[in-house]
């Protein structure tokens, strides 16, 4: 038995002096701060520090097997651990094969096992031609499927232009489907070095339209829809109306959207790009306000790294490089600083990175501090600030470097013990039994 004495600890959504007593995996109580547990070894907080939840990732490429060069599980979820990330979902595309089967699925799970440093579960895919895969996806122990509405940069895994019948199919055995939501026919080709011509490219209006497309059909449907990545704020009103209207939609942003800024990025610099792009700043303010107001339900990384190579560093050609940013590993401090500047606190940062989060995928025991809840703690000295250096993830490409930032993970506990440098304990989860 462990009991964590904190005099801030980020409890029932809000920061308080408190106890917390792990018995195994799971936490058994949640005490006053100087409550007499017997028997117990102590881990006695420093003032600077405060006891928060590992907060839970639904949105990280990981692209093993098949790419791995890109990422792999154990460099991904040593990453996630050293951020504070206890809990990560994989996204069934840019692995090979992709999720889209049951087949696949196993495949992806075999590359995981023994492997993760952190607790993974799975997206399945729904691509052209697999709606009759989704019920069995599902049944395998998918958190949901994912659907592109625009190419998704990968040839193996086609978008879903006409998303109606994987929503229909999704309603009948009322499951998720979480989309990439841009409209191609308001996308053109990009070039060369200059941001603003690659943000000109992708449209925020691409974002509102295919979006408009989504809640319709979610709304025909009964469908359960999850938005990934917004990045236009223009779509806040629709989306708001939408579910005042009684459909079953949710949406994230992402680090990136709420820290970066279009006016900041230099020509060339393609570290920075990514689908949808970083907007204006005008933009980032509109969407910290929905999610101050809660139409924005969570914040994810949107982890989508690759190869150098594939960035094309060299070039600068924004219309050439991968679009991915990332940032598992700092999403946590990156979201931190930014809110800390607006006046939000610890404890509203965790709400929308880990409690919602696993919420959206019904991980009843994770996200929170709460008894019966699993162990997943996480040490954060919110004050320390430190400039972003080193990197666990396979290749510490990242618009983040050298900036300095608040927020520094001290320590991460998975299940009751330790994340350190001895085997990994990550498990490998399935929905309804986490």
Known sequence: MIVFRADRAVVD????????????????????RDAAVAGAREVVLAADEVLIPGLVDTHVHVNEPGRTEWEGFATATRAAAAGGVTTIVDMPLN????????????????????????????????????????????????FGVKAFLIDSGVPEFPPLLDPGPALREVAAFDGLLIAHAEDGALVTAASGRRYADFVASRPGASEDSAIALLLRLAGETGARVHVVHLSS???LPQLAAARAAGVRVSVETCPHYLALTAEEVPDGDTRFKCCPPVRGSANRDALWAGLADGTVDLVVSDHSPC????????????????????????????????????????????????????????????????????????????????????????????????????????????????????????????????
């Open 233 to 235: 704020a223009g779509s």
């Open 95 to 142: 692995s090979l094969p992709p999720t889209v089967d049951v087949d696949a699925l196993e495949v992806k799970r075999k590359a995981a096992d023994g492997r993760c440093a952190v607790d993974v579960g799975f997206w399945g895919g729904a691509v052209p031609g697999n709606t009759g895969d989704l019920r069995a996806l599902h049944d395998a122990g998918v």
């Open 307 to 434: 190869t150098p190579e594939l960035k094309e560093l060299d070039s600068g050609d924004f219309g050439a490089a991968w679009g991915g940013i990332a940032s598992l590993q700092l999403s946590l401090p990156v979201v931190w600083t930014e809110a800390r500047r607006r006046g939000h606190d610890l404890a509203e940062v965790v709400r929308w990175m880990a409690e919602r989060p696993a919420a959206l995928v019904g991980m009843t025991r994770k996200g929170r501090i709460a008894a019966g809840g699993d162990a997943d703690l996480v040490v954060l000295a919110p004050d320390e600030a430190f400039t972003v250096g080193a990197l666990h993830h396979r290749h510490p490409i990242t618009p983040y470097a050298g900036r300095e930032l608040h927020g520094r993970v001290r320590a991460t506990w998975l299940r009751g013990a330790p994340v350190d440098d001895g085997p990994p304990r990550g498990r490998l989860l399935t929905r309804g039994e986490s």
């Open 13 to 32: 959504g809000v920061q308080r002096a408190a106890a917390v007593v792990v018995e195994g995996e799971r936490i058994a109580a949640v005490l006053p």
